[in-house]
């Protein structure tokens, strides 16, 4: 009996065991793909951001607020770390993801050439953005 446990795993105790392995293997492309779920889901909050910023880009400033209310400070975006290679499981979301921010990057170019033409319509009315000196000078009094 002894012998065909040899001839099973190939080369006794020495042998390669698959089911070790697969678990191994599986376990690694878990992991692998909860990184990049986190990446993705990371980037698609972003993009999902820059799409509600387009709708109203006033966001919460387009509503009557009280004065004392500050600005929400600006952070510097920062991408994520890469955590190995993309597993297959991810590559439809991914691309998917990718396909979003090309037109949401479409939509805010489009959308900083529109405020550059209207900032450029209202530089130029006479006495728009300069200071408020006198017109007029009062000579008799």
Sequence with gaps: MAERADADTGLGEAGYNHTASTLTESAADDTALAAWTAVLDVLEMAVQAAERTLKDPLGP??????????????????????????????????????????????RLDEARMDVARQLQAVSS????????????????G
């Design 125 to 140: 009315v006479p006495g728009v953005g300069e200071s408020s000196a006198a017109i007029y000078l009062d000579v008799n």
């Design 61 to 106: 400033l387009s509503s009557a607020v009280p004065d004392h209310v500050a600005p929400l400070p600006v952070e510097r975006w920062t991408p994520p770390t890469r955590p190995g290679p993309l597993p297959a499981a991810a590559r439809r979301r991914a691309a998917a993801l990718a396909a979003a921010q090309e037109r949401v990057a479409h």
